[in-house]
């Protein structure tokens, strides 16, 4: 099983992606819970240069709640990450990833998690296929 899922965007700025990911996140009944700007905290904190590279704390607030009904350790796991980062190699790209649903599941032996796991992954698979899609199109 994959880690992540993730899509890679040549030739959109950073912003635009960052932008493009938040819509489909809102798009698919997620809001952004917390937002970590890893190039700026690196920075404030160890004087160390890197790429941009946000980190969205995701949670669409009905499946948390099931899942937390389910589960409560499943807090240890929440909010979902969706990291869009600049590549340190081309800063022509950006990469959006996120954890993979599916290791929530596999993380915390209980079957009730299965089902919104699969409903988590279809939504976070969606946010990432968009994001692609109209980038690519754009």
Do not use: W
């Not at 959109?12 to 992606?17: C, G, L, Q, S």
């Not at 937002?35 to 790429?51: F, N, R, S």
């Not at 800063?91 to 079957?111: F, G, K, R, W, Y």
């Not at 009730?112 to 946010?127: F, N, P, Q, W």
């Amino acid at each position: 099983m994959s880690v992540a899922m993730s899509t890679s965007v040549t030739g959109a700025d950073f912003d635009t992606v960052t932008a493009k990911t938040r819509e489909a996140l809102k798009d698919n009944g997620f809001g952004v819970l917390t937002e970590i700007d890893m190039q700026a905290t690196l920075k404030a904190k160890l004087g160390e240069d890197m790429e941009r590279y946000l980190i969205l704390g995701a949670c669409n607030p009905p499946l948390a709640h099931r899942a937390v009904t389910a589960e409560k350790r499943i807090g240890v796991l929440l909010p979902c990450n969706v990291v869009v980062r600049e590549d340190p190699q081309d800063s022509a790209t950006v990469h959006v990833e996120a954890m993979n649903p599916q290791l929530m599941a596999q993380v915390i032996d209980n079957p009730e998690l299965a089902a919104i796991a699969d409903e988590v992954t279809a939504k976070i698979r969606a946010v990432v296929d968009t994001v692609a899609d109209a980038l690519r199109t754009a």
